[in-house]
């Protein structure tokens, strides 16, 4: 059993989903206020002693940057009153998308990110879906790499779809589209976009069938949603029953909300770990809460959290 106290505490952003988190694991949310001055400079402040104790900080740090930098003062907080263990758990892990150079001169923010998390005190991290699964490897402390797969095929599996035929809307994605479909021992067509730039797709074409079928998209992220309202109206004009989507972390930038009204598609499924700005009929929401209470709560009591690990 462990002999120090167990301490959650959520940046500003993902309250809601902190509170979820706290719930499931049988405690409540520690006491952090964030204080802010007339510049916009902010500065969280533990009101309650953690030395000794195993703190779980709760923020995905999607853009803009101050969601990041909340996660960094607050484990520099943490590390400075003698917090024996800290552990930054972020849902979303922003700016994943920059994990490697793909041209000349530009930075792998990534593993930029990565060093400066453990930098500020973070001694383990705690994150589901990543972009690229590879960023684990840009960590030096123990990294708890969880997937969203175990939230969604449960509630794909409660739809019932005759004929169900998963998608990948996108060369990058085919690997986990083969993970559902052997969960769920059904076929896979993947989506080839060609980009003119970053979020704008100059052409599509799908390999493989979908005609009859009833289509499950499957992606880590929704961005603009450009890609997947282009795909659903693809696999629609391709002959497909109904297509649907999940992604699991709700980015929903520009224009992204309307598009999902507009598209051919049935529903879109995400994660709670990046809050919804606005109401969608189409979007349904399954919180993740639950996955990362009972990961938690096995890490703070030394135990194997495999079994997390569907695919």
């Known amino acids: 059993m ?25 405690t409540k949310l520690g006491n952090v206020i964030t204080s802010t001055y007339s510049d916009g400079e902010f500065q969280p402040s533990f009101e309650e002693s953690v ?12 853009p803009g940057s101050d969601h990041l930098m909340e996660m960094l003062l607050m484990l520099d ?45 973070a001694t383990r991290i705690i994150t589901m879906d990543l972009h690229a699964d590879q960023i684990q490897g840009f960590f030096e402390k123990p990294v708890d790499h969880l997937y ?10 409660e739809l019932g779809l005759d004929n169900l035929t998963i998608a990948s809307p996108d060369m990058g994605g085919s690997k986990r589209a083969y993970a559902y479909s052997k969960a769920l021992e059904s076929d896979v067509v993947i989506c080839y976009k060609q980009r003119a730039k970053a979020n704008v797709i100059s052409h599509m074409e799908l390999i493989g069938d979908v005609t009859g079928k009833n289509v499950v998209l499957v992606d880590d992220m929704v961005d603009t949603a450009g890609t997947l309202t282009r795909a659903a109206d693809l696999m629609m004009e391709r002959g497909a029953i109904s297509v649907r989507a999940i992604c699991t972390h709700p980015v929903l930038s520009g224009d992204a909300y309307a598009r999902v009204e507009k598209s051919k598609l049935q529903e879109l499924i995400v994660t709670d770990s990046i809050p919804l700005r606005k109401e969608c009929k189409k979007i349904k929401v399954v919180s993740c809460a639950h996955l990362f209470a009972d990961v938690m709560k096995r890490v703070h ?3 194997s959290i495999s079994s997390k690990f569907i695919m």
Request: aromatic share 8%.
């Open 2 to 26: 462990p002999t120090t106290e167990a301490k959650i505490f959520n940046c500003t952003q993902s309250r809601e989903l902190a509170e979820k988190i706290a719930e499931r694991f049988g």
């Open 51 to 62: 030395r000794g104790s195993r703190v779980f900080i709760i923020g995905s740090t999607h």
């Open 77 to 121: 907080a943490a590390k400075r009153a003698s917090a024996r263990h800290i552990t930054a758990v972020m849902p979303y892990f922003g700016w994943a998308r920059q994990d490697r150079k793909d041209k000349p001169r530009v930075p792998i923010a990534a593993k930029m990110i990565a060093s400066i998390l453990e930098t500020a005190g």
């Open 148 to 157: 969203a797969s175990t939230v969604f095929l449960p509630y794909l599996r």
């Open 301 to 303: 009591d030394n135990k």
